[in-house]
């Protein structure tokens, strides 16, 4: 289903060629912090989900700080991956693809962001209208193992994925 649209040799010089500067809050600051505390607060959800789509700001807002805590607790801590993923999308304004994103910064190197650029860079042109944990389960095994494989962290090939579809898409 998923095939590497450029040689995987490449993954680190495309890496590279991704702006590091957009990940810095998120990666750097807010990551650790919620890997530390073991949830996500309001203001570092609001920040995760406009770091992935801005235009979810609205809905998010509308989350209860406790909800999000507890929903969020959840997520990093059950051991059921199916569960792991869709309690996320019980948060207002938190699809898959925003749960992905909190779920790729929760745990470094476990899970990668599904997005529309990284899915065309493995060859699926067209996004999936409605996901489902079966995809994301089979993308997130397909990322782990190129990742694994390769010698680079999931961030670096989310990095590549999204660097090389924004320059060749």
């Known amino acids: 289903m998923f095939k590497l649209q450029f040689d995987q040799k490449e993954i680190s010089y495309w890496s590279k060629r991704y702006p590091v500067a957009d990940d ?16 996500f607060t309001k203001p570092d959800l609001l920040t995760m989900c406009h770091w992935k789509t801005p235009r979810s700001k609205p809905m998010v807002e ?20 199916h569960f792991r993923i869709e309690v996320l999308t019980l948060l207002s304004g938190v699809s898959w693809s925003t749960a992905s994103v909190l779920l790729h910064f929760g745990f470094p190197d476990t899970y990668p962001i599904l997005d529309y650029r990284a899915l065309w860079s493995l060859g699926i042109e067209v996004s999936p209208a409605f996901y489902n ?30 660097q090389y ?3 060749n898409q």
Not at 24 to 39: D, F, L, S, T
Not at 62 to 81: C, H, M, Q, V, Y
Not at 137 to 152: D, E, P, R
């Open 24 to 39: 810095y809050q998120v990666e750097k600051i807010i990551a650790p912090q919620v890997r530390n505390r073991g949830y």
């Open 133 to 162: 944990f079966g995809f994301w389960w089979q993308y997130t095994q397909f990322c782990k193992q190129l990742a694994a494989k390769t010698g680079v962290t999931m961030r670096e090939l989310d990095r590549a994925l999204w």
């Open 165 to 167: 579809s924004k320059e």
């Open 62 to 81: 509308r989350n209860l700080e406790g909800f999000i805590k507890t929903i969020t607790r959840t997520a990093l801590s059950t051991p059921d991956e």
